[in-house]
């Protein structure tokens, strides 16, 4: 039997919600502006795997608990004398401060959206030189979600060339959780496990499954991580060859865009009909509590929830996740393109200005590729970062198995790498998200129509590019 994880495995509603950028009260934390850092210093020649480690290093980590545990912390140091980690609970806001004050933290935890404007500022630290001479980190063996931290040239260039980070783990984020006894209690068909929905038909699903106790949500029929949303419309206007951006990524292209007018109407439809939780209709916790409450019939999270449903289940659920009436659907399509890559690919890259590359390194490839790997590996929590691990990733029993018989499949589609915009804060929510959250429920109110909200998103996102263009001088 697999021992369990220290912490990981209990990690409460709360502690999840801080690591989804999630507050208590289920409000939205939106990292304020930061400001412009220091340009990175030249790697040291000698920069290396092997490099010898000074004699009483501090290396700062910002991650969290659940995510680098004391028991795990403790290990490295006992292997490593003269290097100590100190865990510091993420905040963008005060990684800044820090890096304009000079004394940043040496590793940082961050989303793929977010690397784009860090590497415009020249930020990450290059790690090429060192993953050359590892012994545990070959570049043959990254998984796809690791080109979101590789560069062939700048910011306008992720997906390819060296390596600045890497995925903690990640999961195709745009797969289906589903209730099936509330599902057949609605006196619908039950969904293919293998073969995908259209999002027309989640939606159609998510109407039927809805109840309503008077003007009060009894059950809900679908939801989604908000935060994430402008990220699912840049997949599936990818997929169509189309964009929320001007090429060059300096304009909002949305007013005139037919294809990302129809992505944002989704959601708000979602919305304003009550399937979806809203301002006007808000979640009692957040979607994936509420499904593991038995108050969701259908929820779009990744992989990582097959860790999280299991935990946060109520007594009703947890006998439906051993009988098999919990299942992970593969991701729907939008408009006919197949598709389902990770749009978190949550990961850490080294500060460039750090004063110990050698040994901020060292506990880098430690964390991204040895016993804390592994140990995320086995614990079903995210797909890992080395291709070499997949096969510890858990298949047994009648949950486990099915969700990895779409997981499997669905790692055939996820090889894709979104462009996020370099000049906008990738954060969660990232700014679109964030004005389209604002803006909506001023539109579910009724204070403005669905056209002007789309105008305000659009003029309310250019100023915000602009800032950033202004900020790093593109």
Known sequence: MK?????????SRRAFMRLAGISAAGSVLVACAAPAAPAQPAPAANAGAAAPAAAGVNIDYMMND???????????????????????????????????????????????????????????LNLQSFIDTSSVIKVDDLASANNYYRSSGGALDIGAGDVYGMVKDWSPDETIWANLDAIEEAGLPAPSLTEPMTYEDVKAYGEKLLKMNGDRVAQRGFDTNMPWVERFWTVWLEGQDSSLFTKDFKKMDLVENEKAKAAVKYHYDLAASKVSSSPIS??????????????????QYGFWFSGGVTLWANDKIKPKIDAGRIVMLPSPTWQGVRRGPTITATGSIVTGV??????????????NAKE????????GWGVPGLKSMFDKIPKEGTYRSQVWSVLEKEMTFADTTVKFNPYLQGGEPGVVASLFIQFYEQALKGEMTFDELLQKLESETNVAIQDGIDRIGA
Do not use: C, M
Not at 74 to 84: L, R, S, T, V
């Open 354 to 367: 750090t004063k110990h590359p050698n040994e901020a390194y060292k506990v880098f490839e430690w964390y």
């Open 66 to 124: 659940a995510e680098l545990t004391d028991k795990e912390i403790e290990q490295f140091q006992g292997e490593n004398a003269g290097i100590k980690i100190t865990r510091i609970v993420p905040d963008a806001t005060k990684y800044f401060a820090a890096l304009a004050a000079g004394t940043p933290p040496d590793i940082l935890r961050l989303q793929a959206p977010e690397f784009p404007l860090l590497l415009a500022r020249k930020i990450p």
């Open 372 to 379: 804390p790997a592994l140990n995320r590996a086995a614990s």
């Open 282 to 299: 808000p979640s009692p916790s957040w979607p994936g509590q509420d499904f593991a409450n038995g108050e969701l019939a259908i929820v």
């Open 3 to 11: 021992e369990k994880l220290p912490n990981r495995d209990h990690l």
